[in-house]
């Protein structure tokens, strides 16, 4: 090991964790002489008006779609202090801070609306049940007009950004993945985003397809959209039947593209081994998170006892606490399920908001969600929203929630 990693290595994470906190309170215990508020400076207002830690909304409208997928429309809850909600680009989302018998979960979910509609006050998402999820089910069964609701700013990358990515983008959206998109076909109509979208949208049958008609429609507006309905179950005049190939992608697709795709995991898993088969650049290929992982077992590199129990310690706010976790489980479910409130945003290993470091023991991480830096991997860093244990394990967790 070299002088610099050993240095490095021996820096307490904690400290750094401390450093704006320590700056403010500092800048608090001044006088009025000696510093200004921070907020007079234009530029740290107009930071906190597109970049809030934290929203707080209140819904305003829901649209059922069916028993178990609704669209909830926020408004800014200004009697909790937020008097607008914060500007995005389309394909971001939202995390979202909900509160089950005292104990807080977050969960992402794309903004459906789309950016221009903030200036109307409005947001919106699209909630689907999952099987077997705690959040979905508890949104669904349990916000109602004027439920008041936290949340992050918008985050994500899976945005358009013309110095990378092609004029036209084929976009390739299963089940709720189509909320993203929505918003971009939006914003195109809207002349906020300068590109084209062709989109590829699988589901078993029409009816699942939410926003089919809603997009036709902005289809019909502008010659810069165009959606291709992909059914597996059955078939319907105009649309394609089966599932999303490489040879439908280039049925549709111009000279030059960039993939934009968001859907559930098995449609990544399938869909990624079609566009090996394009061999375009990587850089035009674009994923969305696609939420929490699991079954870590069905990986051909998991080689281990998935019925397995393990301990668990827990390093969070100075204190220790020891839980259990089971093999097919991640950490960042096992914590929250234990009260413990992680932190935690995108929960697809990428957003880096769980970052924490593993003082012992052994994790399973997919590769396929392994968005760790070289250093964090080095220095032995993890995400426990997709790092499941292998062994008893020791864990030191940044002490950073939504709220």
């Known amino acids: 090991m070299s002088k610099t990693q050993s240095k490095i290595k021996s820096l307490k994470r904690r400290a750094f964790i401390g ?10 215990s001044a006088s009025t002489e000696e510093v200004r508020d921070l907020m007079s400076y234009r530029p740290n207002s107009i ?9 707080h909304l209140v819904v305003k409208e829901i649209n059922v779609h069916s028993e178990d997928m609704k669209s909830f429309i926020f408004a800014p809850d200004k009697e909790a202090g ?30 459906a609306s789309s950016p221009r509609d903030t200036l ?77 979208l062709i989109l590829l949208y699988g589901s078993r049958t029409l009816k699942d ?8 429609m ?65 850089k035009f290929v674009r994923h969305e998170l696609f939420g929490e992982y699991f079954h870590p077992e069905k990986n051909d590199d998991y080689t281990y006892d998935i019925n397995a129990e393990y301990n668990v310690k827990v390093r969070i706010n100075g204190v220790e606490h020891d839980i259990k976790c089971s093999a097919d489980t991640s950490l960042l479910r096992a914590m929250e399920k234990a009260g413990l409130n992680p932190p935690s945003d995108c929960r697809s290993g990428k957003c880096g908001w769980c970052h924490s470091q593993l003082i012992s023991g052994k994790v399973y991480i997919p590769k396929s969600v392994d968005g760790r830096r070289l250093a964090d991997k080095e220095f032995g860093y993890i995400h426990p929203c997709c790092s499941f244990p292998i062994s008893d394990i020791v864990i030191d967790v940044p002490t950073l929630p939504l709220s």
């Open 19 to 28: 450093l704006v906190t320590n700056r403010l309170k500092a800048i608090n």
């Open 120 to 196: 109307k006050d409005e947001i919106m998402i699209t909630v689907k049940r999952v099987d077997g999820g705690i959040c979905s089910g508890y949104i669904l069964d349990n916000y109602k007009v004027g439920t008041k609701v936290v949340t992050s700013g918008p985050l994500g990358d899976f945005t358009y950004e013309r110095l990378r990515d092609a004029k036209t983008i084929i976009g390739i959206a299963g089940g709720s993945g189509i909320t993203p998109f929505r918003s971009l076909a939006k914003a195109i109509v809207e002349e906020d985003e300068k590109c084209s």
């Open 82 to 111: 937020t008097e607008k909600i914060a500007w995005f680009s389309a394909g971001q989302y939202l995390s979202v801070c909900v509160d089950i018998d005292g104990v807080k979960f977050c969960r992402p979910y794309s903004i």
């Open 47 to 55: 930071a906190a008006e597109l970049h809030p830690h934290i929203q």
């Open 218 to 282: 902005m289809a019909k507006s502008s010659d810069k959209i165009q959606i291709v309905n992909v059914l597996s179950e059955e078939e319907a005049e105009g649309c394609e039947k089966g599932f999303i190939t490489a040879d439908l992608i280039k049925k549709y697709a111009p000279s030059e593209y960039s993939i934009f795709m968001c859907g559930p995991q098995a449609m990544y898993n399938f869909v990624d081994k079609e566009i090996e088969k394009l061999n375009i650049r990587q």
């Open 209 to 216: 397809a939410v926003f089919t008609d809603e997009i036709k």
